[in-house]
Antibody
Framework: EVQLLESGGGLVQPGGSLRLSCAAS????????MTWVRQAPGKGLEWVSA?????????YYADSVRGRFTISRDNSRNTLYLQMDSLTAEDTAVYYC??????????WGQGTLVTVSS | EIVLTQSPATLSLSPGERATLSCRAS???????VGWYQQRPGQAPRLLIY???SRATGIPDRFSGSGSGTDFTLTISRLEPEDFAVYYC??????????FGQGTKLEIK
């Protein structure tokens, strides 16, 4: 069974940093691109970032996070990461990792909450 | 940049009724990369439909998708109690860039 388990969320001050992790199991991790999607409290879904199955230079970001967030993956650990720097209140959200196939998000984790507040 | 506009924002129906949800794109988009997701309260989204009309694994056949060009529709033929949720349309563009609509809340009347 496909499982995606996010961790690393929490409370951080404005300007701070946080690293999210997403542990994948139940499928061949290296066969799939992966992505992060976030949802601010009471709001809709916002795509954040994506990385190809191999990682490398194929990393993509939404305009709202480009230059502040870095996506990466460790295929030996079946784990996806999101390094978030220079956080602002607007980054407060539940962050979901998802497995991507041909532009669709087939499997989602349960999410991890990031709260940016002083 | 493509914008997806969903309507209505809220749809109030009773179990057993038919639901029709709309998603309009700001420009013509490829049907290959149009999808629909369901999100129940407190849960992660779930893929329902991809490629405009293909049902994801395990999705009941009362869910169907259609459309082309700029107008896309999710239809739920007979509403079950578990279908009352928020629904999002999504498009995968180039670069890549993914865009979601703002959502339609399907509530019990």
């Amino acid at each position: 069974e496909v499982q995606l388990l996010e961790s690393g969320g929490g409370l951080v001050q404005p300007g701070g940093s946080l690293r999210l992790s997403c542990a994948a199991s139940g499928f061949t991790f290296t066969d799939y691109a992966m992505t992060w999607v976030r949802q601010a409290p009471g709001k809709g879904l916002e795509w954040v970032s994506a990385i190809s199955f191999s990682g490398g230079n194929e990393r993509y970001y939404a305009d709202s996070v480009r230059g502040r967030f870095t996506i990466s993956r460790d295929n030996s650990r079946n784990t996806l990461y999101l390094q978030m720097d220079s956080l602002t209140a607007e980054d407060t959200a539940v962050y979901y990792c998802a497995r991507a196939t041909q532009g669709r998000f087939e499997w989602w984790g349960q999410g991890t909450l990031v709260t940016v507040s002083s | 940049e493509i914008v997806l506009t969903q309507s209505p924002a809220t749809l109030s129906l009773s179990p057993g009724e038919r639901a029709t949800l709309s998603c309009r794109a700001s420009q013509t988009i490829s049907t290959t990369y149009v999808g629909w997701y369901q999100q129940r309260p407190g849960q992660a989204p779930r893929l329902l439909i991809y490629g405009v009309s293909s049902r994801a694994t395990g999705i009941p056949d009362r869910f169907s998708g259609s459309g082309s060009g700029t107008d896309f529709t999710l239809t739920i033929s007979r509403l079950e109690p578990e279908d009352f949720a928020v629904y999002y349309c999504q498009h995968f563009g180039g670069s890549p860039r993914h865009t979601f609509g703002q959502g339609t809340k399907l509530e019990i009347k």
